[in-house]
């Protein structure tokens, strides 16, 4: 088959069970039809409609005539010192993305990107430099999980971690991100748990009280990144549309289930945001919210003035945040030698000396 008519074809990854039990009911099949094909695409994680039998022989004819199951295509990976895999996936319309496959001793991280690029420019990013090429739908975001689990060969139910610190801002991409997330969660379809599940975002405010009224609900990461509103803005514009202090009111307001925290990202840069007044600052900000900060320092890299401190500022800075009680870790970026760390992911950054690990996989199957 050649590939267009292959283009042409829809790709199921991204259906509801609604949506694919109103398939059925159009290809003059049963409703619980529907439902058997959403768990063998999402659950039993089958590509090929021919080894749906269970399905029945019209119904897989009817539905390989007219649709396909396509994960994102891996045009690239680049696997790290540290175990991480760096994937460049390309979607139908050429645009590519980036994931990551973080694993660790007890659990596997995967890094999702939300969308094509980024719009909100903050000063510090790589993703920035590319500027939104466009949002993803529901099925590439899926997809991204789908095709890393596909070619890791993770099993299934394992402890799995999602955070959406790829490409994009997940909460200028609100509906297919959450589609995607209730997806990833359902028990019938991949299983994940919710709370390991971790959306990050640069603080759009109005989408943060959106969110606390999902009825699914992942957890959420807030880049805070300063502690004055003066500071914010010259490192993120987006600052002067929804200004620290509202940030923070949003924050406080944020409806957290039993032992949830929220999580404060807080890039380390030196010079700019890292001095011990700064750290009180974030500490009085955070008061009374319950929450935990991760420190990320700076992942340099090149086309951007920036430097992570010295690693005894980066110390000084987490001891003045716990002894005021707001629980400070330092994040070990994972993958920092592929560019795949935190705000790393522009295809404008990948370095030379790693060119020859570039594999180029062939097409999946
Ligand atoms: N757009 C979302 C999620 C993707 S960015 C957000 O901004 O939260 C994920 C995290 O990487 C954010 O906390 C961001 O502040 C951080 N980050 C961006 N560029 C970075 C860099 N060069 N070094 C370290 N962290 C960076
Ligand atoms: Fe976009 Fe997040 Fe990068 Fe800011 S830090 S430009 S919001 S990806």
Redesign the pocket.
């Known amino acids: 088959m050649g590939i267009d008519q292959a283009e042409a074809k829809l790709n199921l990854i991204g259906f509801s069970r609604a949506e694919l039990e109103q398939l059925a009911l159009e290809l003059g099949q049963a409703t619980y039809r529907g439902r058997q094909l959403y768990r063998a695409i999402y659950a039993r994680r089958q590509r090929n409609f021919a080894l749906l039998t269970d399905l029945g022989r019209p119904f897989r004819d009817r539905l390989a005539a007219a649709y396909r199951i396509d994960y994102p295509a891996i045009q690239g990976k680049i696997q790290s010192r540290d175990g991480s895999v760096r994937y460049l996936l390309a979607l139908d319309d050429g645009q590519t993305i980036e994931a990551v496959y973080m694993p660790e001793a007890d659990r596997i991280t995967l890094c999702l990107s ?1 969308q094509a690029g ?1 719009a ?1 420019d ?1 000063r ?4 920035a430099m590319l500027g939104l090429r466009r949002n993803l739908s529901t099925g590439e975001i899926l997809g991204q999980v789908m095709a890393m689990m596909a070619d890791q060969q993770i099993a299934p139910r394992s402890r799995l971690n999602v955070v ?7 909460l200028l991409n609100f509906r297919p991100v959450m589609q995607a997330i209730g997806i990833m969660a359902d028990p019938e379809a991949l299983g994940l748990t919710l709370r390991r599940i971790t959306v ?3 603080g759009i405010v109005p989408r943060i009280y959106d969110l606390a009224r999902e009825l699914l609900r992942p957890r959420l ?3 805070l ?1 300063a502690s004055t509103e003066e500071q914010r803005t010259a490192l993120m514009p987006i600052n002067r549309k929804y200004s620290l202090r509202q940030l923070i009111e949003a924050c406080r307001a944020y409806p957290l289930r039993p032992r949830e925290r929220l999580t404060f ?1 807080y ?1 380390l840069l030196d010079g700019l945001n890292d001095s011990d007044a700064d750290a009180l600052r974030v500490a009085g900000l955070l008061n009374g919210i319950a929450c935990r900060v991760n420190l ?6 090149d086309g ?1 003035p ?1 430097r992570p401190p010295p690693l005894a500022r980066v110390l000084a800075f987490q001891r003045l945040l716990s002894e005021r009680g707001v629980p400070a870790f330092i994040r070990v ?1 994972r993958g920092r030698d592929i560019m795949a ?4 992911l522009s295809l404008a950054g990948v370095p030379a000396n790693t060119a020859e690990n570039l594999h180029v996989a062939s097409p999946v199957a």
Request: aromatic share 14%; glycine share 10%.
């Open positions: 939300s980024c909100v903050c510090f990013c790589f993703t959406f610190m790829g490409q994009g801002e997940p990050s975002t640069s990461a807030v880049s990144n990202e890039v990320i320092p700076y992942n340099p890299g951007l920036y970026s760390a935190c705000g790393q």
